[in-house]
C-alpha cells in the first residue's frame, strides 16, 4: 500500500514537472519583445514576362592546344595566368628526329636543284639545235623528258620541305590569338602524345553564356532576341544576345541547346561562372496568373523551403510551399499560401515559428 502511495506521488511530482516546465517555456516566448517585421501582398503577374534558364559562362574564343607528335616536353614557357599574345611559343616538344629529317630534305634540294640546272641548260641547248636542225626529234623528246624530270625531282623536294615544315608546327605549341593561360596539363620530362591536351588558352572579356531550356519553353525563344542574364556569384545583370538556338535535343535529354553572347563584361567575370538568362516572351492572353514571392523571403531547411506568415495572434507561423521556376529575383509559388494571405519579406531579427511580431 506505501509504495502504491509512493509511485502515486512519482508520477505527480513528474506531472508537475512538465507542467511547469511548460509554462517555463510558453514564459519565455510571452517575455520576449516582438520582432518588428515587414510584410507583403502576394503578387500575381500574368503577363509571364520572362522565360528563365540557367546556364554557364565561357570564353568566346578558347582552346585546348594539342600535338599530332608524340614526344617529351623540353620546356613549358608559360604558367596558368600568364597573358599570351597570338603566335607566342607556349610549348616546346623534344623534335631530335625532325632535326634529322631536315637536314635529310635540305641536301636531297641542294641535289635535285644542282640537277635541275643542269638539265635546264641542256634543255635551252637542244632547243636552239633543234631549230638549227642540228638534232633530231628523238634527242629533243629525250631532253624535254630529262627537262620535266628534273624539274618535278625539285618541286618534290621542295613539297617534303613543306611537309617537314608542318610538322614542326606540332613541337613547337603557339598561341593561336591574344589571351590568357587557364589550365596545364603537362610538366616538363612529360611523354606528348597525339590529340591529348597540353595547355588551354582563352581570350580575356569575350564571354557567351550556354543554357539549356526545356522543350515546354523553347518555341518562345528566338536568335536575335536581347537577353539580361543575371551572374549570381558577382550579382550583376549584364546584357546579351541569342546568337544560336539548337533545334534538337537528341543528345541533350530533352534540353535544347541556346547561346547568349555577353554585350560588355567586366574583369570580375571569369569563365565558368553560372548565371540565370532571363528571356523576353510575348504575352499570351490565355496564359494564366503566376504568383511570385521574392527569392530572399524564403526559407530553406534540408529540402524544404516555405515563408513565415503572420497569424492571427501577431505571430509568426511557418508557411511550407511548393515552388516553381525562377523569375529573376523572384521564385513562383504553386502551392502553399492562399491569394489573400501576407507574407514576411524582412525581419529585424531572427524568426521562429511562435515568435511574436509587430508590423512595421
Known amino acids: 500500500m506505501k509504495n502504491n502511495k509512493f509511485i502515486t506521488g512519482i508520477i505527480a511530482l513528474s506531472f508537475l514537472v512538465i507542467s511547469c516546465g511548460g509554462d517555463h517555456k510558453s514564459s519565455t516566448v510571452e517575455s520576449m519583445d516582438p520582432v518588428a517585421v515587414k510584410v ?23 582552346a585546348n592546344l594539342s600535338t599530332r607528335m608524340m614526344g617529351y616536353v623540353n620546356k613549358v614557357y608559360v604558367k596558368v595566368g600568364d597573358k599570351v599574345r597570338k603566335g607566342q611559343l607556349l610549348i616546346s616538344i623534344n623534335n631530335a628526329d625532325l632535326q634529322a629529317k631536315r637536314a635529310q630534305i635540305n641536301a636531297n634540294i641542294t641535289k635535285a636543284t644542282a640537277a635541275f640546272n ?12 633543234y631549230k638549227e636542225n642540228s638534232a633530231s626529234q628523238k634527242e629533243m623528246d629525250d631532253m624535254t623528258a630529262h627537262y620535266e624530270m628534273s624539274k618535278a625531282g625539285l618541286e618534290a623536294a621542295n613539297q617534303m620541305k613543306n611537309e617537314i615544315d608542318a610538322q614542326f608546327a606540332y613541337v613547337d605549341i603557339r598561341s593561336p590569338f591574344n589571351g590568357i593561360i587557364t589550365n596545364k596539363f603537362i610538366e616538363v620530362g612529360d611523354m606528348a602524345n597525339p590529340g ?31 537577353v539580361k ?25 530533352g534540353q535544347y541547346l541556346v547561346k547568349i553572347v555577353l554585350d560588355k563584361t ?10 540565370t ?6 504575352k499570351n492572353k490565355n496564359s494564366t496568373s503566376i504568383v511570385l514571392v521574392p527569392s530572399s523571403a524564403i526559407v530553406k531547411n534540408g529540402g524544404l523551403k516555405g515563408v513565415y506568415t503572420v497569424s492571427e495572434q501577431n505571430t509568426a507561423l511557418l508557411r511550407w510551399l511548393r515552388l516553381g521556376k525562377t523569375y529573376g ?3 513562383e509559388v504553386l502551392s502553399g499560401l492562399n ?16 515568435a511574436k511580431v509587430t508590423i512595421q
Open 118 to 129: 643542269i638539265a635546264e641548260k641542256d634543255y635551252n641547248r637542244f632547243k636552239n639545235l
Open 229 to 253: 542574364v543575371k551572374v549570381k556569384s558577382i550579382n550583376k545583370i549584364l546584357q546579351g544576345e541569342v546568337t544560336e538556338v539548337s533545334t534538337s535535343a537528341k543528345n541533350t535529354g
Open 196 to 226: 591529348v591536351p597540353l595547355i588551354a588558352v582563352e581570350s580575356p572579356k569575350n564571354f557567351k553564356v550556354t543554357a539549356m531550356v526545356p522543350e515546354s519553353d523553347i518555341s518562345q525563344i528566338k536568335s536575335g532576341s536581347k
Open 277 to 282: 538568362v532571363q528571356f523576353p516572351v510575348e
Open 266 to 275: 567586366e574583369d570580375r567575370i571569369l569563365s565558368g561562372m553560372f548565371a
Open 329 to 331: 529575383d523572384k521564385v
Open 40 to 62: 507583403s501582398n502576394l503578387e500575381a503577374d500574368n503577363n509571364n514576362p520572362f522565360v528563365t534558364a540557367s546556364g554557364k559562362i565561357q570564353a568566346t574564343n578558347s
Open 339 to 354: 491569394a489573400d494571405e501576407k507574407y514576411i519579406v524582412s525581419a529585424d531579427a531572427k524568426l521562429f515559428n511562435g
